[in-house]
């Protein structure tokens, strides 16, 4: 009789330390699931999460690509295209480049002067392409009219790298 008793208290101890638990892990979850947009802090104001998406970082001066006239529409995306083109050979020269030191790497006896030479190789690759979109942003810079080039310098300086 003395282990049933013994039996039940744990249990019933172990569910009632158990259901705090359960019930804060609840409404975590529920705090984590809702919209970040319209979170709000544990103090009661709003929170950042999600909140900065609307601001871009433009200031006053509206975005460049918003002011853009039919003219220069023409020419950015015969640019980006232009671009498009020319990225497209590279990075596929580059993938192919990265999958063979790869390979190299993976042999059983790797040359390292050959895994070296490749990695220069490629290297060699991501130059031309870094040189072809620090080129195109000189080129737009170009299209642009002085109003539309500080929307757009603000957003290249708030970049880690051009896209």
């Not at 490629?122 to 031309?128: E, F, P, Q, R, T």
Request: avoid cysteine.
């Amino acid at each position: 009789m003395n282990l049933k008793l013994i039996g039940s208290l744990l249990l019933s101890s172990a569910l009632a330390l158990a259901s705090p638990i359960l019930s804060a892990d609840e409404k975590h979850h529920d705090k984590d699931t809702r919209d970040k947009s319209s979170a709000k802090s544990h103090h009661g104001e709003k929170s950042h999460k999600g909140g900065h998406k609307k601001h871009k970082g433009h200031n006053l001066s509206p975005h460049w690509i918003k002011t853009l006239s039919k003219k220069q529409r023409v020419a950015v995306d015969k640019m980006h295209l232009e671009l498009d083109r020319q990225h497209a050979v590279l990075k596929a020269k580059a993938a192919l480049l990265q999958k063979e030191v790869n390979v190299m790497a993976a042999q059983k006896e790797a040359n390292q002067s050959s895994i070296y030479a490749k990695i220069d190789q490629l290297m060699g690759v991501k130059a031309k392409i870094m040189k072809l979109r620090y080129d195109h942003l000189s080129e737009m810079r170009a299209a642009l009219t002085e109003q539309q080039r500080i929307s757009y310098d603000m957003a290249i300086l708030k970049r880690e790298g051009a896209k």
